[in-house]
């Protein structure tokens, strides 16, 4: 097994700093947008951003709720793994609400597919956009595309993408992980 | 994470990781119950048949429940209007509500080890939703989970479990269930109610309702079952309720606040009044709602283990 650094520390956070500056481009004070942090991997991102957008930005009361797709996916009973399940918690309203998903890595789109139809359990929000760390190109499964990403990466199927965190993995780092 | 076993069939037959693992998985459900939107589509090509040879109302409702929020398709099945009554086997009833495509049994049935008996000649995962007085595995997970949830763990707890021991399913359930998760048990009620051997599960009988209560955190009601009664176990139920019953004055008397729980359905006046189960310390209801949750938690993950190419 090898691995390859994509991103250090330092263009993990000028990426974080650029999807910050993206976000309030559209979102201007956040008063109608929710972020959702996808379960388990997105959730240090969107953490990531919420801090970031508070204490460098200067916004305040930005909404943040984790999203559990779990019961959603298409692949149970199929898999040989168990799935496993994380929380959900999102303690605010979503109908008429401006949604952004948030995840580390967009593969084959299948996780943000089911995180569509979980969202809708919680009402009818007025848009959802995507927003991940890293864009897998040609790989996705279906036609979802992100409306913010961090960086663009080509990778091959036995390839795999490892995004750590500092405050999970020690770390702050992206790799590419061959087999 | 998966579950040991293939069917619910008792507590006896599962471990304790089994138990665990069913409770982290209720603790999403109970969110997902609570949610505008109750429903989340995972069993939407699993279909469940409820056979229900004996009557029921809360359990057979709780467990329809589960399954519709869960997206599966549901028959149910009731003994009173089906051909039983024309003389067809257990095993070819089963067997024939299955070659219509049924992946999953939830089945109360007046006989015990009725689930046991089936799971061995029949291809599907059985629930056992009550088999005589032998076990209700869902009842004593919802019981368990409900004192986790109220006391924050079960380990170390006490409960006494107050009653008709000998004709409950409940009973043997919830001291199965509550010795794995490391509770200590004792039984109450009138001698004639007792099994002979409840000392070998380790459980000790307290013949007196006030030293009980003293001694414990959890105090569990059980109903007088006057249905499964041949003989007379005590002379009346004015009787029963004056050494057993529990009242407000008793509760009130007691050294600390314990928790009092009750399976449904209650008999009021007889084996608790109505202002006890009426009351803050009564969680009654929440064992209802934890009721649908836990068996949500069951049947996904059985029907995890149920692979999708053996369909």
Redesign the interface.
Known sequence: MSQKVLLNATEINIALNRLACQLIENHDDFSNTVLIGLQPRGVFLAERLKTLLEEEYDIENIKLGYL?I????DD???SNK????????IIFIVEDKRVVFIDDVLFTGRSIRSAL?AI????RPLEIELLTLIDRRFSRHLPIQPDYRGRQVDAIDGEKVRVSWKENDGEDAVYLVKN | ??LSVNHLLGIKYITEADIQLIFE?AD?FK??IN?????????R?ITIANLFFENSTRTKLSFELAEKR?SADVINFASSSSSVSKGETLIDTVNNILSMKVDMVVMRHPNPGAGVFLSKHVKASIVNAGDGAHEHPTQALLDTYSIREKLGDVAGKKVVIIGDILHSRVALSNIFALQKLGALVKVCGPKTLMPKFIDKLGVSFEPKLRKALEWCDVANMLRVQNERMDISYFPTTREYTQQFGLNKALLDSLSKEIVVMHPGPINRGVEITSDVADSKQSIILEQVQNGVAIRMAVI?LL??K????ED
Do not use: C, W
């Open positions: 559990d779990t019961f959603y996916r149970f009973r199929r168990p799935l496993e399940a994380n929380k959900t918690s139809t809708q359990s919680f009402g | 994470m998966e998985t999403h969110e997902v949610r505008p939107i109750k429903k989340v589509p995972s069993l090509d869960l996904y029907a995890s149920i692979k999708h190419n």
